[in-house]
């Protein structure tokens, strides 16, 4: 997780999943997602923004 140095408020999350299926299917849609976002969720003062994306090159 990496901070914003102009906007403190803001964070960066880098995970890296072998798939967007393996994010969306075998963890967005388990208890384990459910159990992380209700430990995690309060800090949020909006709800995350998720994107995909693929190494180029």
Excluded: K
């Amino acid at each position: 997780m990496t901070r914003g140095i102009e906007s403190a408020n803001w964070f960066v999350l880098l995970v890296e999943w072998d798939s967007v299926a393996a994010h969306n299917t075998n963890f967005r849609q388990t208890d384990r997602f459910v159990a992380w976002r209700a430990a995690i969720g309060p800090f949020f003062a909006h709800p995350p923004h998720v994107e995909h994306f693929t190494d180029v090159g």
